[in-house]
């Protein structure tokens, strides 16, 4: 995967990390009632154990930026570590809640500072051409986590006791502290960030207000209270977005927000995140109260779409790498709307079945979504700004968690209001359909802007003046003078402007002629008017004469068959008596005159191909090949006479 030996033991020590403070996060739901009884509070306190370990965690994470500018990533990784394996030992002993309580908060205080870090140099580890593939690690570790821990969970406290949890995860994160010790080397040269007490003070007030107010909104007894705290922590992270923008060194760069992708990206998460999180709340509930099933069968019935959708954000990673974003998100979206609108037809007696199959079939849709977009967004950014990114990101999904929960939590609750004269059953049943509604309403308008807005290409401004990037592409169309230093970064700077091409009625013993002759791997073909209609490579070629059937996807996903019709010369004989458009790929990969030369470097590396076209207004001014692009950084840094 294009790593060393050293950088392949640090992303292993870190996604080992990663497990345990994901794990860290699911295993205590099964231990509440148990926690309960043991230390004798009621449930409202009790719920203070994940509610303050989110609320923690989401403090502590928009100064994930300045920590890993602060600090080394091995200082910062073994310190926030050593933190959360004192808060589980801490936990493991408590002789009371609040003792209990401050062992959680230090565990959330050393997740929320080492998390964003190791997302962060994960990315920037692997190649630009494998992050697809790195988010997809990530995302299966994060996935599995919480797929096993309910269950892991309810075994050992059915077992030895709820403290057997803490003590299992204080001796596993130790030894990974005592790993990271031995095997990490500091990576990255990270830009300081200054540290502002008004930054600080702003974001933590205004965090705690918000999150607090949207976590207790379903069951306030002062609504007043509530949406007062809430509006007061959104005034407040205002002002703090506004003074990040106004500082000359910001604490989190938010105004990364302002590239394009990376906001689109960011959007499309955050809806899907708020529909996530509240589904997570409701269908249990829905399984226990209205179907009558037992917490061990909501478990039973959620862990299918936990473990398959784990796998698929592994390979929506991969597949990302290979055939970019938008051949991803778009029938990944389909997939996720078909479980969604599932979910609203099932009924007040639904077999525990159908509710497995659509949570599943919506869970892989989620997954196959959120790896390549998230990758897409952050590929968007200059390497220096990653881990802002991180910050920014997950502060947003924090927030977008706790707007979800309580939007379907309350919307549930509105059924006694709507139908007052049904049953109590029919009225669960009811809320229950509300929330399931808007959560499919929520992840339609995820869907209509990954239609609209999700791209392979950055969109050109219609009407925009030509750049110089287009000027430099109709310079070499056109045969005039060398490009300028300017226009170094340009498709056009690199490319062949008089490429070898082919007819659109050429027979194959035309083309390969041509292709012998010019040496090259691959032609374009055109049409009378010099519109690119095709391309056929030497690889068609030698798929068209193997001798075994094959059957396989090219890299613009075309499905080619190619079947053995007697010998070699046979069909060969065949072969070049055909029109070179039964042959050539009509699906053409292409690059646009006026591209940058990184957008051209990441179609090359994506989709796994030597040579692509190069158009403009739909017709052929060129070819890039690997070779072209070489030439062309020696020619831009004077490194070819």
């Known amino acids: 995967m294009g790593l060393t030996r050293t950088q392949m ?63 080394t990533t091995r200082q910062l990784f073994l310190g926030g570590m050593t933190l959360f394996t004192l808060g589980s030992l801490c936990a493991a002993l408590a002789p009371s809640f609040p003792v209990l309580l401050l062992g959680r908060v230090l565990q959330a205080a050393g997740t929320g500072s080492v998390m964003p870090m190791v997302f962060t140099v994960i990315l920037l ?10 988010m997809g690690i990530i995302s299966l570790v994060i996935g599995f986590a919480p797929a096993v821990g309910p269950a892991l969970a309810g075994l050992l406290i059915d077992s030895v006791g709820w403290r057997a949890l803490f003590i299992i995860v204080t001796a596993l994160s130790a030894l990974i502290v005592v790993s990271g010790f031995i095997a990490l080397k500091n990576y990255g040269d990270f830009k300081r960030v200054t540290f502002d007490p008004a930054s600080v003070a702003l974001t933590t007030v205004g965090l705690v207000c918000l999150l607090y107010g949207l976590s207790t909104f379903a069951s306030s007894d002062n609504l007043a209270l509530t949406a007062a705290l809430i509006v007061i922590g959104a005034a407040l ?33 955050v809806i899907v995140q708020a529909a996530l999180m509240g589904t997570g709340v409701i269908v249990p509930l829905y399984i226990q109260n209205v179907l009558g099933n037992s917490a061990t069968m909501s478990g039973v019935a959620m862990l299918p779409g936990a473990v398959l959708g784990a796998i698929m954000s592994f390979f929506a990673g991969r597949l990302f790498d290979r055939y970019g ?50 990758t897409w967004g952050v590929n968007s950014l200059d390497n220096a700004v990653i881990q802002h ?70 969109a050109k401004e219609k009407g925009a003046a030509a750049s110089p990037s287009e000027k430099g592409a109709t310079r070499a169309r056109r045969g005039e003078a060398a490009p300028t230093a300017a226009d170094a970064v340009t498709v056009a700077f690199a490319m062949d402007a008089d490429p070898v091409r082919v007819s659109a009625d050429a027979p194959m013993r035309e083309v390969i002629r041509v292709m012998a002759e010019a040496d090259t791997s691959g032609v374009p073909v055109v049409d009378a008017e010099g519109a690119l209609v095709g391309f056929v490579s030497d690889g068609d070629v030698a ?99």
């Open 389 to 458: 990114a991180q910050g920014v990101s997950n502060t947003l999904n924090q927030i977008a968690g706790a707007f979800g929960t309580a939007l379907l939590v309350s919307l549930s609750a509105l059924a006694p209001a709507l139908a007052p004269e049904a049953g109590a059953l029919e009225q669960l049943y009811l809320g229950q359909h509300i929330a399931f509604c808007a959560m499919t309403a929520l992840l339609v308008l995820a869907f209509i802007v990954v239609v609209a807005l999700v791209k392979d290409k950055p």
């Open 125 to 134: 580890v692997f190649p630009r051409e494998k992050r697809g593939t790195a």
């Open 237 to 269: 992270m205002v002002l703090y977005v506004r003074r990040q923008l106004k500082l000359e060194t910001p604490m989190l760069q938010v105004g990364i927000l302002r590239t394009r992708r990376y906001a689109i990206a960011v959007a499309v998460i």
């Open 9 to 71: 033991m640090m992303v292993v020590v870190f996604l080992a990390g990663t497990v345990f403070a994901v794990l860290n996060q699911t295993l205590l739901s099964p231990a509440l009632p148990t926690i309960m009884a043991d230390l004798g509070v009621d449930a409202t306190t009790v719920q203070w154990l994940t509610s303050g370990y989110s609320l923690t965690e989401a403090v502590i994470i928009p100064f994930a930026a300045y920590f890993i500018g602060r600090f």
């Open 543 to 641: 798929s068209y004469l193997g001798k075994s059937e094959l059957s396989f996807f090219d890299p613009s996903l075309t499905l080619v068959r190619f079947a053995d019709d007697g010998d070699f010369r046979a069909r060969l004989a065949d072969l070049l008596a055909l029109n070179v458009m039964n042959v050539a790929t009509r699906h053409v990969v292409t690059v646009e005159a006026g591209d940058t030369i990184d957008d051209a470097c990441r179609v090359l590396a994506e989709r796994r191909i030597k040579k692509v076209p190069v158009v403009q207004d739909g017709k052929l001014v060129g070819t890039l090949s690997r070779r072209n692009i070489i030439r062309g950084i020696a020619r831009a840094e004077g490194l070819a006479e």
């Open 325 to 374: 974003v938008r051949r991803m998100v778009i029938p990944g979206g389909i997939v996720m709307l078909v479980g969604a609108f599932g979910m609203t037809l099932l009924g007040i007696d639904a077999s525990i079945v159908a509710v497995a199959v659509v949570v599943t079939v919506m869970t892989v849709g989620l997954q196959a979504i959120m790896t390549p977009l998230n």
